[in-house]
């Protein structure tokens, strides 16, 4: 089973600033997917970036990155550039490739302040 | 392009009744999931569907059960309600199970159950 924990429940940053949101899973898969969801307050989740674990380059999509450290278990977002329409909870999943589940952690609520 | 559409967007129910949702996947994709989003929690799944099969089942109950039609739209249902039931229930499709095929995740219908 895989699990997947993100620390911190609310983070704050101002406009046009940087912010990194943690998480990190557990998996005793060797072939995965790693994952950041966006649900604004609407409700409807969105795909912000996707990893390949096989992949050591980490992704980027646009003001959207990440840092994917495989011996730690670590799949850190950062926003640049934050705009207000980045404020929502965001979702770190995994989901191998061995399984059909997406398994996610419990949110961090992102704050964008003017 | 209709994205993932999901009835009612509301629902209200008492104890021990059922409960049927309802989801119409993204044109060209054949395989459905469905999640049970807690408040403050993230998604945690249920089950998936693909060629009107479950392939897969989350830690649910067996009061939770669903359906795949040929048109690849799908149902869930819930018997005998709990308390414990009332949560943001979302529906995600995919042209694949499995990999990195991302998900694309409906509205959602909130089910209160009093």
């Known amino acids: 089973a895989q699990t997947v924990t993100q620390s911190q429940p609310e983070m704050s940053v101002q406009e046009a600033e940087t912010v990194t949101l943690s998480c990190t899973y557990d998996t005793s898969e060797s072939d995965y997917y790693l994952f950041w969801y966006k649900q604004p307050p609407s409700r409807q989740m969105i795909l912000v970036i996707r990893?390949?674990?096989?992949?050591?380059q980490n992704a980027t999509e646009n003001r959207f990155s990440v840092n994917f450290q495989k011996a730690a278990k670590s799949f850190s977002l950062k926003i640049s550039d934050s705009q207000l329409g980045d404020a929502a909870m965001y979702f770190c999943a995994s989901h191998s490739n061995s399984g059909y589940a997406l398994n996610f952690g419990k949110g961090t609520s992102l704050l964008v302040t003017p | 392009d209709a994205g993932v559409t999901q009835s009612p967007t509301h629902l209200i129910k008492t104890r021990g009744q059922q409960v049927t949702l309802r989801c119409s996947p993204k044109?060209?994709?054949?395989?459905v999931s469905w999640y049970q989003q807690a408040l403050g929690q993230g998604p945690q799944f249920i089950f998936q569907?693909?060629?009107?099969?479950?392939?897969q089942r989350g830690n649910f109950p067996d009061r939770f059960s669903g359906h795949q039609f040929p048109n690849y739209s799908s149902e869930l249902n819930v018997n005998a309600l709990l308390l414990g039931d009332s949560a943001l229930y979302l529906c995600?499709?995919?042209?694949?199970?499995?990999?990195?095929?991302?998900?694309?995740f409906g509205p959602g219908t909130r089910l209160t159950v009093l």
């Open positions: 995600a499709s995919s042209p694949l199970a499995g990999g990195d095929n991302e998900q694309f």
């Open positions: 044109s060209g994709h054949d395989t």
């Open positions: 990893q390949e674990a096989y992949k050591q």
């Open positions: 569907y693909y060629e009107e099969e479950e392939r």
